[in-house]
């Protein structure tokens, strides 16, 4: 600025500059429009911004600093009054940034305040607990019982070979469990086991003798399903060798066990029976936990509940696994999971513990 500015021209360009000012300052006055979810971030870039818009207006190189050195250059008589508008010009302006500033910082500390804020009384969302499958619950109630009298729970395999599925267990050639139609075989010639006392050999393979264990698992048979039958179910095989272990033992231990299950009052039954891979055999029926006896839909009519199968294991057996028959002896049983199960909850139909209906499972919770 050579020449003397008049006075006119530097009062416009003083109304210019504040006028851009509150046309910049307005981007900073919308900030509550913005979401909740950007506000935080934006509030504190546009703070930074603000900054800057201040440096721009009023800052040492800023138009309005070199219109502040020009009031030197002012006409004597104008000079008073110049200077006195550009001082309340910058007052203004230094006003109407101080408040957007002080807004954009009170809106700040109200955003990080509920960002901050966690309310204890809101309700939390809850996912749906599950619940374990009847058999499970089932497996689990005789699984503690057996444990309890000092039996180990052992894990078998479900594709067993014919050595296990059969010939450890006694059961020869021409038996008929070993025909096609009552048992899956694998194209190589592996059988899905149909009872769960194929784990008794491993078992005794693993551990020698004396051995007490439980096997839970499923097993497999080509049955046709109908209430009472269903290809794939549970069995629960037992077994127990030492010496001198008698019949007298396999009774007392399955007494204890319905009592356990169905209560003190519970009386069992042995029924003799043939099983390839006990001798003497025994079918095991317990007293109705209904009617105690007297005969009911549950029990038929008759007062009893067939358990299971037993015996003392066969001398062919415990020689399959390794185990001298001169010096042990041992009783096996096994018993049906879902059936027991079936039995416990009065249904009528078994095929229902594996249709996967969650209106009927969750009745088990
Ligand atoms: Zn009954």
Known sequence: MDKEPTQQKLDEQLDLISGRLET?????????????????????????????????????????ASLKKSIGRVAAEGRASFGQLVQQTEAIMTA???????????????????????????????????????????RQRIEDIFVALGYAVEDGREIETDF??????????????????DTFYTTDGFALRSQTSTVQIHAMQRRGAPVRMIAPGR?????????????????????CVDRGITMA?????????VHRLFGPETRTRFRPSYFPFT???????????????????????????ELGGSGMVHPNVLRAANVNPEKF????????????CARIYELDDIRLFFENDVRFLEQFR
């Open 24 to 64: 910049e300052l307005k981007r900073f006055s919308n900030i509550e429009a913005l979401g909740r979810a950007v506000y935080l971030s934006e509030a504190e870039k546009q703070l930074k911004d603000l900054l800057d818009v201040r440096t721009k207006f009023l800052g040492k190189k800023s138009e309005f």
């Open 96 to 138: 109407s940034i101080d408040e957007a500033e002080q807004s954009l910082k009170n809106h700040i500390e109200a955003a990080r305040t509920v960002r901050e804020t966690i309310d204890v009384t809101m309700p939390g969302r809850r996912p749906r607990a599950g619940h374990l499958h009847p058999i499970t619950l089932m």
């Open 164 to 181: 296990y599925n059969f010939d450890a267990l006694n059961i020869s050639a021409g038996h008929p469990a070993r025909d096609p139609q």
């Open 219 to 239: 097993v497999f048979r080509r049955d046709t399903p109908d209430p009472t039958h269903n290809p794939m179910f549970y069995q629960v095989e037992g077994l």
């Open 249 to 257: 033992h396999l009774k007392g231990t399955l007494q204890e066990f």
């Open 279 to 305: 001798e003497p055999s025994a079918e095991v029926d317990y007293s109705c936990f209904k009617c105690g006896g007297a005969g009911c839909r549950i029990c038929k009519w008759c007062g009893w509940i």
């Open 329 to 340: 002896t041992g009783f096996a049983f096994g018993l049906g999971i879902d059936r027991t």
